[in-house]
């Protein structure tokens, strides 16, 4: 069966991810004991599928020919190997920016309601609790790195300084929108309060958008796992996997991956 649109993975990128999972299983002898009901294979299957559909877990568990409660905890114990199959994989933004022009761009990962978090994850502009992230691309889409969340009340000028990427990005060639106002990014000028543009500047604008664009692409395209565009599974997950965003995506930075 190819499963390259369920899982967002071809079959090679799918067996590599398989293998390494068995083999940090097999190196904490994980592999003895009894029978289970789902092998390696397919926990990681349906763990990608969960992870890029996003669909609920009863569903899943009807295809598979097993119960919710076992999907759950397959799920859980997934999830955290996926990560740490993919943490050799890609390259860190300060390698992944050399010798290029980046654009850089921040998203929203919404995390459902949530009591603990409070406020210090709510955004007023959606009305939502989420983390943010900032989303690092190349002049033509192609996802070079993505940060540590922060809260989602803040703003992405705040952000790119306590992700740590403001002092990377200082001796680099990077655009971003006129939320990064007071970095060493290139900008689009805003206007002044009753103020108009010229024809140079409403030009030189217009080009810079063009430019940025592209990040805007590459977040999209990045959401195609479903779980970081609505949420839903990190609303009901609990407490073992409240961020499951992060394994998605290093499935979507890691060059292996991608």
Known sequence: MRYDSTT?????????????????VAGRGEVSGRPVLL?????????LILLRQNVNQATIADMFGVSQPTISRAYRRIVPL??????????????AIQGRVVLVDG????????AV????????????????????SDVNGNLLCVSDPTPGARHDRATISLCGWEPI??????????????????????KFHHGQHDDNTRTANRYISSIRSAVERCIAHWKNWKILKTGRLMQNSGRASQKPWSEARSLGVRGDFA
């Open 169 to 190: 990005l200082d001796n680099a060639e990077w655009i971003a929108d006129p939320a990064y106002v007071g970095t060493t990014a290139v900008t689009p000028r805003k």
């Open 107 to 114: 998203t929203d990962v919404p995390t459902g309601n949530r």
């Open 117 to 136: 978090t409070g406020r210090a994850n709510y955004s007023g502009k959606r009305h939502r609790q989420g983390l943010n992230v900032q989303v690092a």
């Open 39 to 47: 092998n390696i294979r397919e926990q990681v299957v349906m763990t």
């Open 8 to 24: 967002g993975l071809d079959a090679e990128q799918l067996t590599e991810l398989i293998c390494r999972i068995w083999q940090i």
């Open 82 to 95: 996926i990560e740490q199959a993919c943490c050799l994989s890609g390259v860190c933004l300060k390698t």
